[in-house]
């Protein structure tokens, strides 16, 4: 199959176009997102060079240590978008969420890398750093969804809690459904993906590859591992994220923190 074909300036001259279009018909509308859509224009334009750019010194300099340095500030990021989407008030939430954030995606990172891709270096970035940004990404979700869920149920639950309190019930066993609830939640945009994918929509990533010339059979084989290891990053992520923060709602003494 051909390559990819490169885009040269005019090529991304017109790319942009499709966004002055844009600012137009938002013009002609009076929807008033010119400002919004011209932001979103130049901070892509600017955020993607610049990472294009990071990650091209990185790969040629091919070092572990550098490869991890990338993992580690967008894990951080990922836990401190995840934190504020949270709640800024719960204490020590932000460490919760980076090491559930971390725990989930180191795993998951390990397990593809050295049982199923199996590169040639096990810090190979071109491999890591984009398995990274996709599983991150994910993660974000997971404990965003369920950790927001989980937080605004036991807020909005209070007295029925200390109910089961007074009758004898364990923490852990006064707050397990909101938690199972809060769970299911940050599995919802991931299972809906996997029950339309290929059907309704066909991802960035099997289009990617298939642009670049790789077989659509590879691409959709690459698209399924995608799907599999984001499905369980999402789970074990919430799963330790809700694990968590029901311990901060609750002191030594078993009773519900206000």
């Known amino acids: 199959m051909d390559t990819l074909i ?3 300036l005019v090529d991304f001259v017109l790319a942009v ?19 919004s859509l011209a932001i979103a224009t130049v901070r892509t334009i600017l ?8 990650l091209d010194i990185i790969f040629r300099l091919d070092n572990p240590w550098a490869v991890l340095a990338v993992v580690l500030v967008m894990l951080t990021i990922a836990a401190v978008v995840s934190r504020n989407r949270i709640g800024k008030k719960i204490p020590q939430l932000l460490p919760l969420v980076w090491v559930s954030i971390f725990v989930s995606t180191a795993f998951t990172l390990s397990y593809v890398n050295l049982l199923i891709v199996q590169p040639q270096k096990w810090y190979e970035p071109q491999y890591i750093i984009p398995l990274a ?8 979700n997971g404990a965003a969804i369920a950790g927001e869920r989980l937080v605004s149920t036991i807020n909005a639950s209070q007295l ?10 364990t923490p852990q066993q006064a707050v397990a459904q909101y938690r199972k609830d809060a769970i299911r939640a940050g599995l919802i945009p991931i299972l809906n993906q996997m029950m339309v994918i290929g059907i309704v929509t066909l991802p960035g990533i099997i289009t990617g590859q298939i642009l ?14 995608v799907m599999f290891m984001l499905a ?3 789970l074990a992520t919430a799963i330790l994220v809700t ?7 609750f002191n030594s003494a078993a009773q519900l923190v206000r």
């Open 17 to 35: 176009a499709l966004m002055a279009i844009a600012i137009g018909l938002s013009a002609g509308q009076r929807l008033g997102l010119e400002w």
């Open 212 to 225: 670049s010339g790789v077989s659509p059979l590879d691409a959709a084989s690459y698209q399924i591992l």
């Open 243 to 249: 694990q968590g923060l029901c311990r901060q709602f």
């Open 6 to 8: 490169r885009l040269d």
């Open 160 to 169: 029925e809690i200390e109910t089961h309190l007074s009758l004898g019930a």
């Open 232 to 234: 369980f990053t999402n």
């Open 47 to 54: 955020q993607l060079f610049v990472v294009g750019a990071i």
């Open 133 to 140: 940004g996709i599983i991150l990404g994910n993660a974000i």
